[in-house]
């Protein structure tokens, strides 16, 4: 909703609402008009929704699933096993890691996505994984790894299909930020460790290696011509949606999580 300069967002699932906005009374005077309508109570501010815990500090707002994770690794009945306690241990450490979401405005103005894919993992199908993970500012806000639909004939297929889906995911975030009157009129940035993929990417003209990949997947090509998105190589130690898709030494994954921002607000100061 948008009345002059003021901006006012509201997020419904079910029967709750998340209300944010760039003026606290407007805020004020909204909730008071919902209050009026219907029959409803302000919880104040928010700390947990949907399963994310919600955390402020100077330095911005901090996202977790703490609680979240720990009733899933419950119910799967890994709290009650003890192989030598450890791997326990690690799910626990792993489940405590926050996501942060600086509170600079500039910083929502830079989206930039990851992706990667291995080649005919699975034994039964020979179909690949792919993941990929999307940066708001300098915190990942979303993220995905799943078995591909079809089987790819090249690992330069399954990598380009891999900058597919991630393309799918910056274009709504894109499309979902304008809503909310934040607007990103650069190009957003795609990094992917396949120099081939960035080249049937970039290539405006179909051959022989390439014909056999479905039209729908070309679309990255015309998000490129477009200006939507600005792909770029990356080498694959420094690929952070490798994380995702491979198997990696504990050095290797340690490095990763560090570059993805995740922080641990539960530790020791």
Known sequence: MNHGAIHLSVLVYVDDLIISGNDSSAISTFKSYLSDCFHMKDVGVLKYFLGIEVARSPEGIFLCQLKYTLDIVAESGLLGARPAGTPIEQNHTLAKSETPLIADPEMYRRIVGCCDSDWASCPLTRRSIFGWLVFLGGSPISWKTKKQHTVSKSFAEAEYRSMSKVTDELKWLKSLLYSLGVLHPRAMSLFCDSQSALYIAQNPVFHERTKY??????????????????????????????????????????YLLGKLGICDLHAPT
């Open 213 to 254: 990949i479905e039209v729908d997947c070309h679309y990255v090509r015309d998000a490129i011509q477009e200006g939507v998105i600005s792909p770029s190589y990356v080498p694959t130690t420094d690929q952070l949606a490798y994380i995702f898709t491979k198997a990696l030494s504990k050095n290797q994954f340690l």
